[in-house]
């Protein structure tokens, strides 16, 4: 994205295959739209494949009516929340595509995120109710609110798609068994005044980024980074004042989260340019793991966020009969992932019992593999994965479980007329 000039010389020679692979690519990352202005602004659009170049264009047009409706939603909960004297704080994308993106439809959305007080939870599901949303699940993280659940289109952005209403009173993020919960902070330093209504409150400019940062160290910390949201933490840090910079670290310190503040910023300095002043960067990686250091300046963006290929795969294959040696190919992908993802998570750790206890924990099978497999052998399949895990060399496991993704998705989008058939022509007659 440096240069979109070079994609000249890195796709001349790509098939049509390796182009629907891009596809997904984008998909995944929530970078359509914005590949699409970029290219099409600096007049290097006709350098991309012509199938590629309508998909990318069809998200961005789609993109810009969802948000279109994403903000009558948001408008009509914030007015309503008021009414009622509900204090609500807008999150991430809300305050992004009002505040920091220029061109709105370039940010997709999936979600509303809302902050709230735990003594509101019961006039914001009122509110939410009096709009036709309905609760939809409650979790430990979040209550999620819902008010149509029909999906229009699985390859991308869409208008139709639900609009789900994600209602938060904590917001914390869990790396194996340490905690950290900027909640306070995010009231403490909150600003008056949000898409014209002076009653209605938002992050600071500090808090934001942190949330920011917060949300894509957990992403990347269990495997499904996106693009996007490194995207996002350079929007935000290429106007960062020295002030501000200053303010995080005295957070950042005080929390003793540095890690979960380097993490995103190194790894989004790998694609964008970022600017952080040195002495803020020297405590956050005097304070991050060493190894976990190591990992992050070892490797590249695509190798952290491939875990999130095979679960998209899975997603989009869940009801198409496979034949025995894909299914045999997706198993062997699955506990590939699993193993590059347990040696990614010990990276976050030094020895300690906070190690000790995330080591425990990526012992212990999921419930749904007891319930399968039953207890014994539960156990003892996640033991093995966790002890290859550590014995293996991740280079090697990166390197084979990389062929294996490529194997895969070779085998899966060789013929353009299957991919028709399941579902991957992203560009269809009911989205154009």
Same mark, same amino acid.
């Given at each position: 994205?440096?240069? #979109?000039?070079?994609?000249?010389?890195?796709?001349?020679?790509?098939?049509?295959?390796?182009?629907?692979?891009?596809?997904?690519?984008?998909?995944?990352?929530? #970078?359509?739209?914005?590949?699409?202005?970029?290219?099409?602004?600096?007049?290097?659009?006709?350098?991309?494949?012509?199938?590629? =170049?309508?998909?990318?264009?069809?998200?961005?047009?789609?993109?810009?009516?969802?948000?279109?409706?994403?903000?009558?939603?948001?408008?009509?909960?914030?007015?309503?929340?008021?009414?009622?004297?509900?204090?609500?704080?807008?999150?991430?994308?809300?305050?992004?595509?009002?505040?920091?993106?220029?061109?709105?439809?370039?940010?997709?959305?999936?979600?509303?995120? $809302?902050?709230?007080?735990?003594?509101?939870? @019961?006039?914001?599901?009122?509110?939410?109710?009096?709009? +036709?949303?309905? /609760?939809?699940?409650?979790?430990? !993280?979040? !209550? *999620?609110?819902?008010?149509?659940?029909?999906?229009?289109?699985?390859?991308?952005?869409?208008?139709?798609?639900?609009?789900?209403?994600?209602?938060?009173?904590?917001?914390?993020?869990?790396?194996?068994?340490? =905690?950290?919960?900027?909640?306070?902070? &995010?009231?403490?330093?909150?600003?008056? +005044?949000?898409?014209?209504?002076?009653?209605?409150?938002?992050?600071?400019?500090? &808090?934001?980024?942190?949330?920011?940062? %917060?949300? @894509?160290?957990?992403?990347?910390?269990?495997?499904?980074?996106?693009?996007?949201?490194?995207?996002?933490?350079?929007?935000?840090?290429?106007?960062?004042?020295?002030?501000?910079?200053?303010?995080?670290?005295?957070? #950042?310190?005080?929390?003793?989260?540095?890690?979960?503040?380097? #993490?995103?910023?190194?790894?989004?300095?790998?694609?964008?340019?970022?600017?952080?002043?040195?002495?803020?960067?020297?405590? /956050? =990686? /005097? !304070?991050?793991?060493?190894?976990?250091?190591?990992?992050?300046?070892?490797? $590249?963006?695509?190798?952290?966020?491939?875990?999130?290929?095979?679960?998209?795969?899975?997603?989009?294959?869940?009801?198409?009969?496979?034949?025995?040696?894909? !299914?045999?190919?997706?198993?062997?992908?699955?506990?590939?992932?699993?193993?590059?993802?347990?040696? &990614?998570?010990?990276?976050?750790?030094?020895?300690?019992?906070?190690? %000790?206890?995330?080591?425990?924990?990526?012992?212990?099978?999921?419930?749904?593999?007891?319930?399968?497999? +039953?207890?014994?052998?539960?156990?003892?399949?996640?033991?093995?994965?966790?002890?290859?895990?550590?014995?293996?060399?991740?280079?090697? *496991?990166?390197?084979?479980?990389?062929?294996?993704?490529?194997?895969?998705?070779?085998?899966?989008?060789?013929?353009?007329?299957?991919?028709?058939?399941?579902?991957?022509?992203?560009?269809?007659?009911?989205?154009?």
């Amino acid at each position: 994205m440096k240069d #979109v000039q070079n994609v000249a010389d890195l796709t001349q020679t790509w098939s049509p295959v390796v182009w629907q692979h891009a596809r997904l690519e984008v998909q995944m990352h929530g #970078v359509a739209p914005l590949l699409y202005r970029r290219f099409l602004d600096n007049g290097a659009l006709n350098l991309l494949d012509s199938s590629f =170049q309508d998909y990318i264009k069809s998200q961005y047009l789609l993109n810009s009516k969802r948000i279109q409706r994403v903000q009558e939603i948001l408008m009509s909960i914030l007015l309503e929340s008021d009414a009622f004297g509900v204090n609500v704080m807008p999150l991430k994308g809300s305050v992004l595509i009002n505040e920091y993106y220029k061109n709105q439809a370039l940010r997709p959305m999936s979600d509303i995120d $809302l902050l709230i007080h735990a003594a509101d939870e @019961a006039r914001m599901e009122k509110v939410l109710t009096s709009l +036709g949303y309905y /609760l939809m699940c409650d979790t430990t !993280k979040h !209550k *999620v609110f819902g008010s149509n659940n029909r999906i229009s289109s699985i390859n991308g952005e869409h208008p139709d798609n639900p609009v789900k209403i994600e209602v938060h009173t904590r917001i914390n993020c869990s790396i194996g068994f340490e =905690q950290y919960d900027i909640t306070e902070y &995010m009231w403490k330093n909150a600003e008056q +005044g949000f898409l014209k209504l002076k009653s209605i409150i938002k992050p600071s400019r500090t &808090m934001l980024l942190m949330h920011l940062f %917060f949300h @894509a160290a957990n992403n990347q910390y269990k495997g499904t980074l996106r693009a996007i949201q490194l995207y996002d933490i350079h929007l935000i840090t290429r106007s960062f004042k020295d002030k501000e910079w200053r303010q995080l670290q005295e957070i #950042v310190e005080d929390m003793e989260c540095e890690k979960l503040v380097y #993490v995103p910023l190194a790894l989004a300095a790998q694609v964008f340019e970022i600017h952080v002043p040195d002495s803020v960067m020297n405590k /956050l =990686q /005097l !304070k991050t793991p060493k190894g976990l250091k190591s990992l992050i300046n070892s490797y $590249l963006l695509d190798e952290f966020i491939a875990i999130n290929e095979l679960a998209t795969l899975k997603h989009l294959f869940r009801d198409i009969k496979l034949s025995f040696y894909k !299914k045999i190919l997706f198993l062997a992908n699955s506990q590939i992932t699993q193993i590059y993802k347990m040696s &990614m998570q010990l990276k976050w750790h030094d020895p300690g019992k906070k190690k %000790f206890w995330t080591k425990i924990s990526l012992i212990k099978p999921p419930v749904s593999r007891i319930g399968r497999w +039953g207890y014994l052998i539960g156990y003892l399949h996640t033991f093995l994965l966790f002890l290859t895990s550590r014995i293996s060399q991740l280079t090697m *496991v990166t390197r084979f479980r990389k062929q294996k993704i490529n194997q895969l998705k070779l085998l899966i989008f060789r013929h353009e007329t299957k991919c028709e058939n399941i579902k991957i022509n992203i560009v269809d007659n009911n989205e154009k």
